[in-house]
């Protein structure tokens, strides 16, 4: 019997950290999720958390605070159970648990397999926080630290089906639904007029958000930047170009809807975007632009005008090997309750808003 590629030993390790699962990494202890834990009567003496999250608790100078993805290992006095696991890790609940510790921090002899273990949770859309060797953890699922680059493989990702779909801003518009045998996200484009080889098309890359595209939430600027992009590719289209809008499945900038509600609530006592997430251990950009690569060169798109204010993002895709033949600006109006957020994106991110 052969053993299983990286690739699926990568996927049944993000499988276990959805389902509450330990993990045993290659090279490591065995870490179960804080977040999803199922075993009851696991408990450990040592937490694995975000530099972010440490410095919080004060447990990091401010020069390894100045990375704050970094794994930090904490010791507790007592040892954490599930419930106190969670109440440290989510700082959503600083409030309903204002007393924590004491704790140190030790010396990490496994750095760069924690660094994965951190992301791989993210990946899973929970919280970068585990139980570090903890009794009556239940049977653990082996992950290789060098694995996790297989999730990050773009060249998997395949058409997986096409169809007519007549939307308000066209009825003359395509849906082209791209699947991956390593990720359970969807993506889809929306290609308006026929793709050709002479002229670049004009490209918004949208990020999923469940409740600016859905809800019409007014904290973001999401739902409205989505619908003035479908009417600009159609537009573009009627000009004798083509446009295509890329619906990628990343919500939350990559961090994940649980991840993101939480981060709005930590902006409703007063933090920005980055703040917030960099108070819950996670990036504040943490998308993969690799996937809207390969889609765009699955469309035939090599070159592209690219609908954006962040000039980041024209950098992502021209590292992932697409050419950039113009950036076009895309803003639109704020309102009382995201103007902040707006801030926030052209001071601490770089977006090139007014």
């Not at 169809?163 to 484009?189: G, M, N, W, Y």
């Not at 006592?269 to 809207?292: H, K, S």
């Not at 076009?328 to 309750?337: S, T």
Request: with cysteine; proline share 8%.
């Amino acid at each position: 019997m052969t053993s299983p590629s990286p690739s699926r030993r990568a996927a049944q390790a993000l499988d276990a950290l959805r389902h509450g699962w330990p993990i045993a990494l290659i090279g490591g202890p065995v870490l179960l999720p804080a977040e999803t834990g199922v075993s009851p009567d696991a408990s450990s003496v040592r937490m694995l958390i975000s530099a972010a999250r440490a410095e919080t608790l004060k447990l990091v100078n401010q020069r390894e605070a100045a990375e704050p993805h970094a794994p930090v290992l904490v010791r507790g006095a007592e040892p954490f159970d599930l419930a106190a696991a969670r109440a440290l890790a989510d700082p959503s609940l600083d409030l309903a648990y204002p007393l924590k510790g004491p704790f140190r921090a030790e010396p990490l002899e496994w750095p760069d397999a924690a660094a994965a273990a951190l992301e791989l949770a993210r990946l899973a859309g929970i919280l970068p926080a585990f139980l570090v060797d903890p009794a009556s953890a239940g049977e653990a699922q082996p992950f290789d630290p060098a694995d996790l680059a297989a999730l990050a493989d773009p060249n998997r990702l395949i058409v997986a089906a096409r169809a007519k779909l007549p939307v308000s801003a066209s009825e003359d518009c395509q849906i082209v639904a791209f699947r991956s045998t390593d990720d359970l996200r969807e993506h889809v484009a929306l290609v308006f007029g026929d793709p050709r080889s002479d002229r670049a098309p004009l490209v918004r890359l949208h990020s999923e958000c469940l409740t600016g595209d859905v809800l019409g939430s007014l904290k973001c600027d999401c739902g409205p930047q989505l619908d003035a992009a479908l009417h600009a590719a159609a537009s573009e289209a009627q000009a004798g170009g083509w446009g295509v809008v890329l619906y990628l499945r990343q919500e939350g900038r990559g961090i994940g809807l649980i991840n993101k509600l939480r981060a709005y609530r930590l902006q409703d006592v007063g933090f920005d975007t980055v703040e917030a997430n960099q108070r819950l251990g996670l990036p504040d950009e943490a998308r993969d632009f690799g996937i809207a690569a390969r889609m765009l060169e699955l469309l035939g798109a090599r070159s592209v005008r690219l609908m954006t204010n962040n000039p980041a993002k024209v950098d992502a895709l021209k590292a992932a090997g697409v050419e950039i033949a113009e950036r076009v600006p895309h803003q639109l109006p704020g309102n009382p309750h995201n103007i902040r957020y707006l801030a926030t994106k052209r001071d601490r991110a770089g977006h090139l808003l007014l």
